[in-house]
């Protein structure tokens, strides 16, 4: 597979995984906000305490299912890769297939969730006993794990790569 198709197919299921993760954070949000507590600014993570023991066991749950989906989304974008590949998969072809991917959700997570929420701060993302907090106009600190999770997609579509064109 020559680079540009690969793009374009990695930009396409990074939509789709974009989508569905998105919708599955929404979601979780209006449950139970609690569930992402690890993901809120450290001003309105020390106000709101130690997240209970019931979230922690939701968080495991949805933990796995989160997984399990991305597992699903990028194994299936997979298969039209190794189809137009011939069977094989090189490392090249994966890592930007994976980064390409990757990096879509990445910046829908910033400009369609993480800004939005923070311009708007919907009652269900407020976590109680919070309301009001700076650290919901925060701005910067979504920026800052926008700019984390660029080297966590670098460091995770190498290590992933590896293994896929060691497979394929």
Wanted: some cysteine; charged content about 10%; overall charge positive.
């Amino acid at each position: 597979m020559v680079p540009w198709p690969v793009v374009r197919h990695a930009l396409i299921w990074g939509g789709i995984l974009s989508a569905i993760v998105s919708v599955l954070l929404l979601a979780l949000l209006w449950a139970n906000a609690e569930v992402m507590l690890g993901d809120y600014p450290p001003d309105i993570r020390a106000k709101f305490g130690p997240m209970s023991a019931r979230t922690r066991r939701q968080k495991l749950f949805v933990s796995i299912i989160g997984v399990s989906v991305v597992t699903v989304v990028v194994t299936t974008s997979f298969a039209a890769v190794r189809a137009s590949s011939g069977g094989d998969i090189s490392f090249a072809t994966a890592f930007v297939h994976l980064f390409v991917m990757f990096s879509v959700f990445n910046v829908v997570d910033l400009l369609l969730l993480d800004w939005p929420l923070v311009a708007f701060v919907p009652s269900f993302f407020v976590l109680p006993g919070t309301e009001g907090m700076a650290g919901y106009k925060d701005y910067w600190f979504h920026f800052r794990g926008f700019l984390i999770g660029c080297a966590g997609i670098l460091a995770l579509s190498a290590l992933l790569a590896g293994a896929i064109a060691a497979v394929f």
